[in-house]
């Protein structure tokens, strides 16, 4: 999946040579296509799309005291925006119209507990409208109107989508388009799903290519500057939070006392075996390694063991020189003992997040999939035989020696 996110295109032999991974640990796969449609069977297409298959989820409520009826289905159309309405339904809450001085937005969605002990009942909804990366589709009175755009295509070209019409109240599967029955029909719908999307704001329409989509700047708790201090013994710092070294210069430096040889494990860690980079020690070395979207490692080790004593800086320094191919980030990374450069390669960096969810940025160990093997200890290959104060990581493109100066600063100011 992480190919899909940096726009490095699938190959067939690399995912060959994976078979018998998928599914596993050592891989982040989507399914094939096929599998895909096999599974949402009998309905068609998947995630992304309108159709039933991207859109058609099983719903189990549970509610002994409030339900006589027992293992039994319900056919009425809903839809997830209904379900905060049925919890305050069964709850007897009615919502508050503000809450802390702040107007509420009014909830689309309506309860389904009428459908508890009533399943012959008729649906409570109308319209449901959906939008997504360029999907669109419009469900109405038991009938649905869909695309079948390319979705995060970067294709645009709205206008020359082709829209089905299905009735779903007889054809649940969407297997007979009825669009060329039914003109008339299918353009009301059509004109519905537009003052939909009008009053839902979800113009203007969006296909933009994953990687377009997760490298836009995002809100942040906190603004981007150019230093980043993290210190160990707490939770992961979510990707989306954290610092971003994407294509530019970056330093880390870590702040560590070491009273004697045999200290090991991972000083600092961002990412995963699907892509990120770590900075560790071992066998008395210092470590950086840097796992291209899991494609592979590139690794520097230094030249020299690492010093002993409080206070010591042990950093690797990427100085970018470089785009190849654009957007893919090359120059030279550096690793030293304080102002003693002990090791140096050349290295790329990837265009994109290291990943979607989850494996966020540690100190002092590398909790999830390991971004290497490479580590010593047993997972989560937590730092032992010495003590991480804190970690800097710098991202201003200064020189290496700013490092230096930021834990100065860090020291003076305790």
Sequence with gaps: ENNITNGIPDSMEQNLALLGELGGTKTYNHYPNGWAMAFNTPFKMWKRYEFNGGTSDPCIISWPNGITAKGE???????????????????????????????????????????????TMPTARATQFYSMLGSRAIWHDGWKAVTTHPTISGW?????????????????????????????????MINLWYAEAGRNGAFPLDD????????????????????????????????????????????????????????????????SRFGGHALYIKNNRLHYAYNWVGHFEQKIVGSEDVPVGNDL?????????????????????????????????????QPGKFSIAGEGLCVGRDGGEPVTDDYPGPHPHEFTGGTINRVAVDVSGEPYIDLEREAAAMLARE
């Excluded at 379900?83 to 007897?92: A, E, K, M, R």
């Excluded at 994407?246 to 961002?270: C, Q, T």
């Excluded at 970018?320 to 140096?344: N, R, W």
């Design 73 to 119: 289905m319900r056919g009425q159309y809903h839809h997830a925006i209904d379900l905060v309405p049925t919890i305050l339904d069964c709850l007897g809450v009615e919502p508050p119209e503000t809450i802390g001085g702040h107007v509420q937005s009014g909830f689309d969605g309506v309860s389904m507990r009428y459908s508890f002990d009533q399943g």
């Design 313 to 349: 800086i042990l950093a690797a320094n990427f100085v970018k020189d470089g785009e190849d191919p654009p957007g893919v980030s090359t120059g030279m990374l550096s690793l030293y003992h304080g102002e003693t450069k002990v090791g140096e390669e050349r290295i790329k960096t």
């Design 156 to 188: 645009s070209h709205f206008g020359s989508d082709t829209w089905e019409l299905y009735h779903t109240d007889v054809d649940r599967a969407e297997l007979h388009n009825l669009a060329d029955q039914e003109p008339e029909r299918l353009n009301e």
């Design 208 to 271: 933009r290519s994953a990687i377009e989509i997760l490298t836009t700047p995002r809100p942040l708790l906190s603004p981007a500057r150019n230093r980043y201090v993290y210190y160990p013994d707490l939770a992961e710092v979510p990707e989306s939070q954290a610092v971003n070294i994407r294509n530019r210069s970056y330093g880390i430096g870590a702040l560590v006392d070491i009273p004697a040889l045999g200290a090991e494990g991972v000083l600092f860690a961002h990412g």
